[in-house]
């Protein structure tokens, strides 16, 4: 493998990074809080006899954000492909910071009936549809704008904002837990986190609005490039690398979604105190995610697959030994502990597979191609995750389900790419 000596960033690429950090940041931050608070808010908007009734169909829901990704992907896509980048991302990070306001002021089932949750799904499919289209767009953006050698670190910063939103998230729902009530939380503290993000998603706008598109769009502007179609085009020249893309999405997001569900299940399924449970997910995605741009640094050094294929790896070998912890210990630090060797993979997976996925496919259908690809593997695996996860546990009550689903989409991600071809040359767009 030949070493590629290391560029000198260029402003327009550590703005490019940096507006990406920021916008995944937010949409992350607002993305994550659904499952985070599930536990809090399911009971108001889904009532049932049974709590975890009531646990499952709210996490239906949260299923329902990643079925409207594929469409959000296209959408977006084509705006991305035709319109811009920057002005896809822009419309993305509004619209997710819109809908996670309103999902803020929602009046409950027992105030309007049965449009609670038809609201709460509206909202979340709203949530959806900017999703699929903003974590390969940033990633997309970030690539096109950064040196050769720096192109993986500068675009983990995407899935670094995505990290550290998460876990804001995460840490402002568990200190609102410890310094507030049970019944404030399940009443109305809930709704606090969610109402923050509309301060966030005005500072992410400004810091894109005075963001310039990228090098490589600006230069398919100038050569006439703009496809008319982009969807057409890769559906009729790229579907191998769409099932490819979508089989490392698969793996990539199927194991970073059970992470979603840890909190249902130490909280709900476990009925471990909620406040000690938020604390410890808080810590584990901290932490998690600190070192996600050391994993992109790391992937331009070694390369992408092999880095890629290493950490699917460990989600095989270290899924039961995690579980086991997660389903014998009632300590916060030992349940922080094993979260947060869980979640630093989820966030090590994430530089790769993504530029990965985006690299699949040429400059003029990337935005549509790379979110299209990734978004049929989210749906198969990161929106089913926790739903999944909920069901095999019910069904069997053993988390061995959870650690076979782990494994299972591992080895997806893992078959395509032993079948993908190194260094293949890009086809002719028409």
Partial sequence: MTKIRAERIPPHARRAAVAGFVGTFVEYYDFALYGVLAVY?????????????????????????????????????????????RTALLATVVLMGTC????????????????????????????????????????????????????????????????????????????LGIFASGDFMADHGWRIPFLVAAPLTLVALIIRRRVEDSPEFARLVREDRIVKSPLRVVLAGYRREVLIAGAIAIGVNGAAGVAQWFGVYLAGN?????????????????????????????????????????????????????????????????????????????????????GLIAGLFPAPVRYTGANLGQNIGTVLGGGTAPLVCGALLLATGSVAGPVLWIVGVSIVALAAIAVLRAAAAPQKVS
Avoid at 54 to 74: E, K, N
């Fill in 270 to 354: 476990r009925d471990l105190p909620a406040e000690s449970v938020l604390a410890a997910y808080a810590t584990a995605m901290v932490l998690g995610a600190l070192w996600t741009p050391l994993w992109g640094r790391l992937a331009d050094r070694v390369g992408q697959r092999e880095l890629l294929t290493a950490i699917l790896c460990g989600f095989i070998l270290l899924a039961g030994p995690v579980f086991a912890l997660l389903s014998s210990t009632e300590s916060p630090v030992l349940l922080a502990a094993g979260m947060t060797v869980y979640l630093t993979l989820t966030n090590a997976v994430m530089a790769p597979g993504f």
């Fill in 100 to 175: 996670s306001t309103v999902i803020g002021l929602l009046p409950t089932y027992a105030t309007v009936g049965i449009l609670a949750p038809i609201m709460l799904v509206a909202l979340r499919i709203g949530q959806g549809l900017s999703a699929g289209a903003e974590m390969l767009g940033s990633v997309t953006f970030a690539l096109e704008s950064a040196p050769a050698s720096r192109r993986t670190f500068l675009a983990s910063l995407t899935p670094y904002g995505a990290g550290l939103g998460g876990s804001s998230g995460a840490v402002l729902a568990a200190l």
């Fill in 41 to 85: 808010f399911a009971p108001l908007f889904f009532p049932a006899d049974n709590d975890a009734v009531s646990l499952l169909l709210g996490l239906a829901v949260f299923g329902a954000g990643f079925v409207a990704r594929p469409i959000g992907g296209i959408l977006f896509g084509r705006v991305g492909d035709r319109r811009g980048r």
